[in-house]
């Protein structure tokens, strides 16, 4: 009849129209889903602080002349978790971005008074450093020399990086005592103390290791961020 046509064709728009609702908020929900999965979790408060406490804030940074400094910056790299890289692969922003500092760098000009290291760190100390300001950054220093052949000059480029870094502002750290050690005089001396830690891969190599795992302990108690 013409009320019951009329009944089914005024029933069919709603049927469409709820269809139509339930196919879009099925999509929507498809739609969200896959925005979650891939999307990258965002990181909780804690995840954050411990991301702000690793040691990326830190560089360990040397050059070499013989490999010596650079095998003593390996012990350094174990005992910390930091890749040690040679200064001269580093550009002045890179080291103003470190917190804090730690340098490694052989004796090689004995007697001199500046360029001490015959490595690309005599460069840097007098041209790339100059130009920064580091106050408020810590800075501890590890040398390489020889105490039975130049014992006269004993790590004495240890001196000249203290020097040129508090000259920027650096807060220098890390100082080591003179017990245990054979040589003559050093630059690198102030008192009964080193102004950093001496290695002796010539005469002493066995000594490096714990030497360096009981100065990277002193580091972090006078305030190195590791």
């Known amino acids: ?100 500092i730690i340098c490694g760098a052989p004796t090689w000009h004995t007697g001199a008074d500046t360029e001490r290291s015959g490595t690309a760190w005599d460069e840097f100390l007098y041209d790339g450093l100059t130009s920064l300001d580091l106050k408020g950054k810590k800075v501890a220093i590890f040398g390489l020399g020889d105490q039975a052949g130049y014992g006269d000059n004993f790590c004495d480029a240890m001196d000249e990086l203290k020097s040129c870094f508090s000259a920027q502002g650096a807060d220098v750290i890390g100082s080591w005592s003179t017990d245990g050690y054979d040589h003559m005089e050093s630059k690198s001396v102030d008192g009964d103390k080193f102004v950093g830690l001496p290695c002796d891969e010539d005469n002493q190599p066995d000594m490096s290791e714990s030497r360096v795992t009981e100065w990277i302990a002193q580091l972090k108690s006078e305030g190195m961020p590791l």
Do not use: H
């Open 1 to 100: 009849s013409r009320n019951q046509s009329l009944s089914s064709y005024s029933k069919e728009p709603r049927r469409s129209i709820t269809m139509a609702l339930r196919f879009s908020l099925a999509f929507c929900a498809s739609l969200v889903q896959g925005l979650m999965l891939s999307s990258p979790a965002l990181p909780t408060r804690s995840a954050v602080v411990r991301g702000s406490n690793i040691n990326m804030a830190v560089g360990l940074v040397y050059s070499t002349t013989t490999g010596n400094t650079e095998t003593v910056a390996g012990y350094v790299s174990e005992a910390t978790g930091l890749e040690a890289v040679d200064i001269a692969d580093l550009t002045n922003d890179d080291i103003a971005a470190f917190d804090g």
